[in-house]
């Protein structure tokens, strides 16, 4: 089963393709986009002028802390956010059966089914980013930018076992779409991505320490921003390769197992 996670990089692009080709097809989806990103960072532009952290010496530190944040939560839980939807999109229109049947497999399917949402919440981000230093004068370490890159890359690599671990309760249970939500909201509030991890309840902090976001907010905002990072920065991108390299192979049977349970059932196309 491992082995079908190798992608078919022709099938992928086509998948790619497809879904580009989908998203164009609401001609005003990447402007109201654009715009709802747009009023995104404006608000937290103003709500950073009307608190006051003692976490950061100055409001522009917290603006910084949180756009960056919300800019690596985009990207990184993009996958785990559209998987479900849009592999029941598949099961009601009942191409999930072609794609089971065919040599590229279900697996490769549910991993070529997030291509498309990373490469538009990547987009997204920049976006993000961008209005933040051009609108608001957030300042970039421009110089450390191309070092996110692979930073962003391992990050992906990291969450791409939740997306099949969804993928996965979605065969099973059909409805289990808010299983990506409660993740989500759970990992970004325990990560700190909008306020400091310090001032959780100390029966929460322990979650920081066990999924991969916290590392990765971190490396994203030391490099973009300058931020202080606890420990050493190789400390942070060994934690996100461990998430990586432990968590592929538990995901890749979990849907397998998934597979084998629908099949048994006979629930396989069931939506």
């Not at 989908?22 to 937290?44: D, E, H, K, P």
């Not at 939560?73 to 009942?94: D, I, K």
């Not at 980013?129 to 692979?150: D, K, R």
Request: proline share 5%; aromatic share 10%.
């Amino acid at each position: 089963m491992l082995s079908s996670l190798r992608l078919n990089w022709a099938a992928a692009s086509a998948f790619v393709h497809r879904d580009l080709q989908l998203f164009l097809s609401y001609r005003l989806r990447f402007a109201s986009q654009v715009v709802s990103t747009l009023f995104g960072v404006a608000i937290f532009y103003y709500v950073s002028r009307l608190v006051s952290v003692r976490a950061f010496p100055t409001h522009n530190d917290y603006f910084a802390y949180v756009i960056v944040g919300l800019a690596t939560v985009e990207l990184l839980t993009s996958a785990v956010r559209t998987v479900p939807s849009t592999l029941r999109s598949e099961l009601v229109a009942g191409t999930f059966e072609r794609m089971v049947a065919s040599p590229y497999g279900p697996l490769g399917g549910i991993v070529a089914l997030s291509l498309f949402p990373m490469v538009l919440a990547a987009v997204t981000a920049i976006i993000m980013l961008l209005v933040a230093g051009a609108l608001f004068g957030l300042p970039f370490h421009w110089a450390s930018v191309p070092l996110i890159i692979p930073v962003g890359l391992l990050g992906m690599l990291a969450f791409l076992p939740f997306a099949l671990l969804v993928g996965a309760a979605v065969l099973i249970v059909k409805q289990a779409g808010n299983i990506a939500a409660f993740l989500i909201s759970g990992l970004a509030i325990a990560s700190g991505s909008m306020f400091p991890v310090s001032i959780l309840p100390s029966w929460v902090r322990w979650i920081s320490d066990v999924q991969p976001l916290t590392p990765a907010l971190q490396l994203a905002r030391h490099e973009l921003v300058g931020a202080a990072i606890s420990g050493s920065a190789w400390v942070a991108v060994a934690k996100l390769a461990a998430f990586a390299i432990v968590l592929t192979p538990i995901s890749v049977l979990a849907v397998s197992s998934a597979l084998s349970i629908c099949r048994r059932r006979g629930t396989l196309i069931e939506y």
